[in-house]
């Protein structure tokens, strides 16, 4: 059983930054792939980033290229999304997944454990 914990959503007006973060509270130190999803009302959940706990490149959406960055403390076995120049497309739920393999995908599916979501809120 994988617990992943996040937290740091909020409301925060265009332009603005949020931090959230990750904990896998559950699992000594593997190697393992972590990632952020977002789902908005009424879309589909989309891929926004992930990093591998082996490889120093992660992988953005396009989207979200030059304004989210992912980083990993393998110490706390977290990670954080720092998001910057927010705008409102950005409002969803954001989730962290991660799999028990290295590599990234893009795929929700690819993703067995879940956080709860945390909630991003840009304003106009």
């Known amino acids: 059983q994988v617990d992943l914990v996040e937290s740091g959503g909020g409301l925060v007006q265009a332009g603005g930054s949020l931090n959230l973060s990750c904990a896998d509270s559950?699992?000594?130190?593997?190697?393992?792939?972590m990632a952020w999803f977002r789902q908005a009302p009424g879309k589909e959940r989309e891929f926004v980033c992930a990093?591998?706990?082996?490889?120093?490149?992660?992988d953005y959406a396009d989207s979200v290229k030059g304004r989210f960055t992912i980083s990993r403390d393998k110490v706390r076995n977290t990670i954080y999304l720092q998001m910057n120049s927010l705008k409102p497309e950005d409002t969803a739920m954001y989730y962290c997944a991660t799999r028990d393999y290295t590599t990234i995908i893009r795929k929700p599916d690819a993703y067995p454990y879940w956080g709860q979501g945390t909630q991003v809120t840009v304003s106009s």
């Open positions: 559950t699992r000594t130190f593997r190697s393992y792939a």
């Open positions: 990093i591998s706990w082996i490889d120093e490149s992660p």
